[in-house]
């Protein structure tokens, strides 16, 4: 079974960086779709960005300009580099995987996701 462990979660003030990074352990398929996601108690969860095996990326309009995607398949693994971080950005941070079976690109919708990392913790101060 394919394992995702997240980490990289931490208390920043307004403007500054954080990077998540995401490892997965297991089988990886070959056309694959990895996804961030965000939520925050007593809310939905919501969409930040995705990244599938070719590295095509999309963004949340909350986090373009701002947050970068980026792999490194050496390691299996997948990072969130976060710019310019807001209040607003506060969450638990949630990556998932999954199979990217009919190769096309990937979405920002969490039931499109089968594999998901437990959830990290990103704060922000003003």
């Known amino acids: 079974q394919l394992r995702l462990v997240a980490s990289g979660g931490g208390s920043v003030q307004s403007g500054g960086s954080l990077r998540l990074s995401c490892s997965a352990s297991g089988y990886i398929y070959n056309t694959y779709v990895v996804g961030w996601f965000r939520q925050v108690p007593g809310k939905e969860r919501e969409g930040v960005a995705c990244?599938?095996?070719?590295?095509?990326?999309k963004y949340a309009d909350s986090a373009k300009g701002r947050f970068t995607l980026s792999q490194d398949n050496a390691k299996n693994t997948l990072y969130l580099q976060m710019n310019n971080l807001k209040p607003e950005d506060a969450a638990i941070y949630y990556c998932?995987?999954?199979?990217?079976?009919?190769?096309?690109?990937?979405?920002?919708?969490?039931?499109?996701?089968?594999?998901w990392g437990q959830g990290i913790q990103v704060t922000v101060s003003s």
């Open positions: 998932a995987f999954d199979h990217n079976e009919d190769g096309t690109g990937c979405l920002i919708v969490d039931i499109a996701y089968n594999y």
């Open positions: 990244i599938d095996n070719g590295g095509s990326t």
